[in-house]
């Protein structure tokens, strides 16, 4: 569990590092205030993508829900503060390459279909892959989870 945590926090070191290296876009003064670094949001976005990960392959449909809901509003502010990245379409990257993910993820979970909701997420981890390669950066890729850092987060549906 030590190795999980030192990885985990070794992400958001590095998220914190590439964050410095971004330029910051213009933005109005009051959503200066509210608004954190694009690295934020995504970082915030893979540990939600995690946590979807293990709601879904446990069946806890509700937090299965959550989660994609939260990644949504995830992208969400990172399109409308972000729109633009540099050179890069960020709206247009996210709205190209994760939304038709998230529908497919979102209707699987209604659904409660787990072979659904897999090729989903293997649909939601390869669109990630696939914006990151068109956005310049590659080297950020993205797979499904193989342990969690979150051991104090019960993933299995509550017993009825």
Request: hydrophobic share 50%.
């Amino acid at each position: 569990m030590k190795i999980l945590f030192a990885v985990a926090l070794s992400c958001l070191a590095a998220s914190a590092a590439l964050a410095q290296e971004q330029p910051k876009p213009a933005q109005p003064a009051e959503a200066k205030a509210m608004t954190q670094d694009l690295s934020d949001i995504m970082v915030a976005t893979q540990i939600r993508h995690l946590k979807l990960s293990y709601a879904g392959t446990n069946e806890n449909w509700p937090l299965a829900a959550f989660e994609v809901g939260r990644i949504r509003r995830s992208f969400d502010a990172a399109a409308k503060f972000y729109p633009a990245f540099g050179q890069v379409p960020v709206a247009d990257l996210i709205a190209k390459f994760s939304e038709p993910a998230l529908v497919a993820a979102s209707k699987a979970i209604a659904e409660k279909n787990s072979a659904g909701f897999l090729k989903a997420f293997g649909q939601l981890t390869e669109a990630c892959n696939a914006c990151h390669q068109t956005a310049g950066v590659g080297f950020i890729k993205i797979k499904a989870p193989t342990a969690s850092p979150f051991s104090n987060q019960v993933f299995a549906p509550a017993a009825k």
